[in-house]
Structures are given as structure tokens and as C-alpha cells.
């Protein structure tokens, strides 16, 4: 990497940093005059309130998709493709997105997550931040590839706490992993840059850092006994985010055919989300905050409370994803993954809390995004130290089921967002 390298992805990421700190502070912003915790601000009873913010939300949802659907991103895969084919682009570059159609991108977003959704900002950061890459790459005489990889580093760097997670991202399962991994130092530079500049708009970041139980590991035995109970804590994560892979395709096909008008069909994807956010209020929203009120009431919840749960978060996350709504599903999947660890946690006294609600949410990310290194990179910032152990082996099984299953494995599937 050589010097002008350098200062051009300190620069990109930066000036990308802030805008993504700008972006989560509106989300922010907006969340805080609709919600209080999970109970709508309107002077409505609670129930009612839910329904109406949520209903509304999908409304605006839909009007924003209206004529545009085909050509507008509709997950976290859509985008990852996206990144994933220009990152290895060769030959003619690809036109940079008109401004409209970022600025309706990111509007769909920024109003879908303040609406409560089941859904992260990932998606629409770096659906944004890879837009306007582009259009700085001819200005900044850099290569649309490097644009995009920049761009996403340092847009996915302040919301994941740290930089390893946004680099190996776009090299994790890529078609082009040579191209990409020849842009790791830029890639690194462009994610602290973002980071800081993140971190200068948004002090508090946007994640959290969970608090968990002592893990009670004194000893070598310890650990091994706390990792076997990661290992079967696994097994339920991975197929809850099996699940939210199976169904996202289909069900968005169905709701296409029963539902053509896109405003009816946001909708009801926002009546679906009310529903199960006033049988559950853990299940609004993109669950990396509610994982932790998940924790501190376990001794409240029974194996099967916790199994409804995750179902109830699963279709939370599929309503939204189906009928139109924008954002990404690692955090809803690492959520369910939580709670289906936990799981392990009520029916067994003796599992080690802190393993198991760890491997879950390595397991469900992994299994989701089948990118296992990314998301044990990711997780760093959210758990402590001691935990990153039970992380990395429920990451590790999920990515042995999958191989084990092959084929039968549900694998994410993308919608491939025409030219815009």
C-alpha cells in the first residue's frame, strides 16, 4: 500500500464515517419521538400505539417502494451481493447510483428501523456508503472496486465496534478473494478512520457491550465443561438462523402474489411486527439491545417461553423482510440465536449462562450470513473476553452442520437488485 493509497482511505472512510454516524443519529432521533423502550410515545393505549406506529411505518414503507420495488435493495444479502460484484469488477465500471435512488435507499431505511422493525442498519449503511463510494471514485481517481471496499469498511467499522469485522467482510466468500485481499491495509486504514470519525458524530457508538454473568471458569476443566455446553447451545441457534434463511425467499414470493400492491403489502408486514411486538416486546426492533434485558430476565423464562420467542422474533424478522421493509437480519438472527441458546441454559441448571448465550449468537450469525470469521470479528466488541471462546465454537459448529448438511443446508438468497 503505498502512500496515496493511504491518505485516500483515511479520507473515504472517514468522510464515510461521519455520514454513517449522521444517518444513525436520525434513526436514533426518530426512534426516540416514536418510542419509549418498547411502548409507542402516541397517546394511545400500548397495544394501540404498536399497531399504529407500526402500520404507519409500512404505509410510508410502502409509498417509498411504490414503482421503484424492483430496482430498490430489500436485505443485508442484496447488499452483500452487490458489494461482492464490485469488488471484483473487471473492465467497464459500473454506472454510480443516481442521487435520487440513494437518497430513497437510505429514506426507506432510516424509516423501517424508526418504525420499530425487526431489522439492523447494516444494510442501509452499506447500501449508502457503497453508493456514494462510487460517486467519489472518478473525483478521488481510485477504481470503483476500491471505492465500494473502502466505503464499506469504514461505514460497518463504527457500527460493529471495530475494524477486523468491516475488512474481512467483503473477503469472506467473495467470488473475487484476491482482489479483495489485496486491498486489506487500505481496507484497515478506511475502518479506523470511520471508526474515529463514527465515534466524533456518535459518542456512545451504536451498539452496546453486554454484560454478562460470571462464567465461573477457574480451571482448564471448567473451560471444557463450558465449551461442551457452547457446543449444544449451538445446535438450536444454528437452526433457528436455518429457519430466517428457509423462509425469507418464499414468504417474500407469496406476499408478492397475494399482495401486488406494494403500500397493502408493507402493511401488513407492519400489522405481522405489531402483532408479535405486543405478544413480545423483545421482538421489535433489531434485538442487539434487547439481547441483554433477554439475559437479565432468564430466570423469568421457561424452555418453551423462550422457544415462542424465538419464533415469535423469526416472524418478526420475515414479515419485515417479506413485504418490503429495509435492513439487515445478522442482529434479529444473533437475537434468536441468543434466546435458542438460553434455551439450553432453562433446561439444564447447570449450563454455563455466559457459554450459551454466546455460541448462540456466533452460531445464528454464522449460519445466517455464512461468513463465520466475520462474525466472530464482529462480536468482539459486543462480548467481553471471556466469552469470545464460546463465540468462536458456536461459529465453528454451525459452520460444521452446514458443511454436514451440504446441499440441504438453506443458503441466503438475494434478489439481485437490477442496475439502478
Not at 432521533?29 to 418498547?38: A, E, I, P, S
Not at 454506472?95 to 422493525?117: M, Q, T
Not at 439475559?295 to 418478526?316: C, F, P, Q
Amino acid at each position: 500500500m503505498n502512500r496515496r493509497t493511504a491518505v485516500l482511505a483515511l479520507v473515504l472512510g472517514a468522510a464515510i464515517g461521519v455520514l454513517s454516524g449522521i444517518y444513525l443519529r436520525l434513526v436514533h432521533f426518530l426512534q426516540h419521538l416514536l418510542w419509549h423502550g418498547t411502548e409507542s410515545r402516541l397517546p394511545l393505549p400500548d397495544s394501540l400505539g404498536i399497531l399504529a406506529v407500526c402500520v404507519g411505518g409500512g404505509l410510508l414503507v410502502g409509498v417509498l417502494r411504490h414503482r421503484h420495488d424492483r430496482d430498490a435493495p430489500h436485505d443485508l444479502e442484496d447488499a452483500l451481493v452487490e458489494l461482492d460484484r464490485l469488488v471484483g469488477a473487471e473492465g467497464a465500471p459500473k454506472p454510480a447510483p443516481r442521487v435520487e435512488w440513494l437518497l430513497r435507499a437510505a429514506l426507506l431505511g432510516v424509516v423501517s428501523l424508526a418504525a420499530g422493525a425487526s431489522l439492523g442498519p447494516e444494510a442501509p449503511l452499506l447500501v449508502l456508503a457503497m453508493g456514494l463510494g462510487q460517486r467519489a471514485a472518478r473525483m478521488m481517481r481510485i477504481t470503483n472496486s476500491e471505492a465500494a471496499y473502502l466505503s464499506a469498511a469504514g461505514a460497518l467499522s463504527g457500527l460493529f465496534g471495530g475494524p477486523l469485522g468491516s475488512v474481512m467482510l467483503p473477503v469472506e466468500r467473495s467470488a473475487s478473494p484476491l482482489q479483495a485481499t489485496r486491498m486489506l491495509g487500505a481496507g484497515i486504514v478506511a475502518s479506523i478512520a470511520g471508526l474515529v470519525a463514527m465515534f466524533a458524530v456518535l459518542p456512545n457508538g451504536d451498539g452496546l457491550r453486554y454484560a454478562l454473568p460470571d462464567a465461573g471458569v477457574d480451571t482448564g476443566w471448567d473451560l471444557l465443561v463450558a465449551l461442551e455446553w457452547a457446543a449444544l447451545a449451538a445446535v438450536p441457534a444454528t437452526f433457528a438462523g436455518f429457519a430466517l434463511l428457509a423462509g425469507t425467499a418464499p414468504l417474500r414470493a407469496l406476499a408478492e402474489r397475494w399482495m401486488p400492491s406494494t403500500v397493502v403489502r408493507a402493511m401488513a408486514g407492519g400489522l405481522v411486527l405489531a402483532l408479535c411486538g405486543i405478544a413480545s416486546p423483545l421482538t421489535l426492533f433489531s434485538g442487539e439491545h434487547q439481547g441483554q434485558d433477554l439475559l437479565d430476565t432468564l430466570e423469568d423464562r421457561s424452555v418453551l417461553a423462550l422457544l415462542a420467542l424465538v419464533a415469535l422474533k423469526l416472524i418478526a424478522t420475515l414479515a419485515c423482510l417479506a413485504t418490503g421493509w429495509f435492513g439487515g437480519q445478522i442482529f434479529p438472527a444473533i437475537f434468536a440465536g441468543m434466546a435458542a441458546g438460553l434455551m439450553v441454559a432453562a433446561a439444564f441448571p447447570a449450563a454455563t449462562v455466559t457459554a450459551v448465550f454466546a455460541a448462540g449468537a456466533g452460531a445464528a450469525g454464522a449460519a445466517v450470513l455464512r461468513r463465520p470469521l466475520a462474525v466472530t470479528l464482529f462480536l468482539l466488541f459486543f462480548f467481553p473476553a471471556p466469552a469470545l471462546l464460546a463465540v468462536v465454537t458456536g461459529a465453528g459448529v454451525a459452520t460444521l452442520i452446514i458443511s454436514l448438511l451440504g446441499d440441504r443446508a438453506p443458503e441466503p438468497t438475494s434478489m439481485d437488485p437490477s442496475a439502478h
